[in-house]
């Protein structure tokens, strides 16, 4: 790369329990140390934040992201609209999408480092995404920033880790209606607050092409094996094999569960009776659900509400590494 790189920066200061702003710092006096060239696209809200940096990718020459999930979310849907690699900074309480690509963040400065050697060096690397369509309001592109397609076919928002529905999504609803505890606890705690709120819902899948109906207490695909903060959702996925992985588990009574939760943060939950693993390129989701809402999540960012379609994209976003 000749002259000095363009980054579009996103960062989020209050990520990671207050740690984001420690690293968003850090970063910016590295980049500025490492000669690069920023366009701060990070706005007063994710929405605007998306705008912003769907302009300046326009003439950048990466992503560069300091933050969480949240964040990593946001700027895969930048890089990936506008084919530029996506560097990572880890800076969030659970960094699932940056441990599933193998990136570590216990250095932001050191992490920068690498990214911007990557870039000048043209070293980056192709892992698969899930493409998702569907959902509510939400996830429209008056809503989230993000650019509506030419043609004006249905826009498919990216997703790095894992998307889920049922009693996970539910979880994640309840949890990020809190400011207090932060971090796992809160995950934890809202798991323990939703069990006697269970409900296994009706679902009709379309996977690879073949229907199928069920109940399940849970539904999910994952790209990366885990969410929630270190919860190995699904231990054998892998971000470059072309593949998902779909984990539906089946309905159990409060006891159970409460018994085999502990087990999801080493992975050994998948060999509960109840657990089934399979890997797919695609699934259609919708759900009975009685006239309520069904809601869905990605890297931990809700993406609208069931029904939806999700698919893998091989090597669908080039990674600084």
């Not at 790189?5 to 910016?28: D, I």
């Not at 892998?238 to 409060?254: K, M, R, S, W």
């Not at 018994?259 to 890997?279: E, L, M, N, Q």
Request: glycine share 14%; with cysteine.
């Amino acid at each position: 790369m000749r002259g000095d790189p363009l980054v579009c920066l996103l960062t989020n200061p209050v990520s990671g329990a207050g740690r984001g702003h420690g690293a968003s710092a850090t970063a910016r006096r590295e980049l500025a140390r490492l000669g690069v060239r920023v366009f701060d696209a990070t706005g007063s809200s994710a929405s605007r934040s998306l705008r912003r940096a769907h302009v300046a990718a326009e003439g950048a020459d990466a992503v560069l992201v300091v933050g969480g999930d949240g964040m990593a979310h946001l700027g895969a849907e930048v890089a990936a609209a506008h084919d530029l690699p996506l560097g990572l900074v880890p800076a969030g309480t659970g960094d699932d999408v940056a441990r599933g690509l193998g990136l570590d963040g216990s250095d932001p400065a050191r992490a920068v480092r690498r990214a911007v050697a990557a870039l000048r060096a043209g070293r980056t690397r192709r892992v698969d995404v899930l493409a998702v369509e569907g959902g509510d309001a939400a996830g429209s592109p008056e809503r989230s920033g993000s650019p509506r397609p030419a043609d004006g076919a249905a826009r498919e928002r990216v997703v790095l880790g894992v998307v889920s529905a049922g009693f996970d999504a539910l979880v994640n609803e309840r949890a990020n209606s809190w400011r207090w505890p932060r971090g796992r606890a809160r995950y934890v705690l809202a798991v323990a607050r939703e069990l006697p709120a269970r409900r296994p819902l009706r679902y009709t899948l379309v996977v690879d092409g073949v229907p199928e109906t069920r109940e399940a207490l849970l539904v999910a695909l994952a790209n990366t094996s885990s969410f929630g903060g270190g919860m190995r959702i699904a231990p054998g996925a892998d971000a470059g094999d072309g593949c998902l992985e779909l984990v539906v588990v089946d309905p159990l009574p409060g006891w159970e569960i409460a018994r085999v939760f502990p087990k999801v943060f080493s992975g050994t939950h998948v060999d509960h009776p109840a657990v089934s693993v399979r890997r797919v390129r695609s699934v259609q989701l919708s759900a009975e659900a009685d006239g309520r809402e069904s809601p869905v999540y990605g890297d931990g960012e809700r993406l609208g509400a069931l029904p939806l379609s999700v698919r893998v994209r091989p090597g669908g976003l080039r990674v600084l590494a």
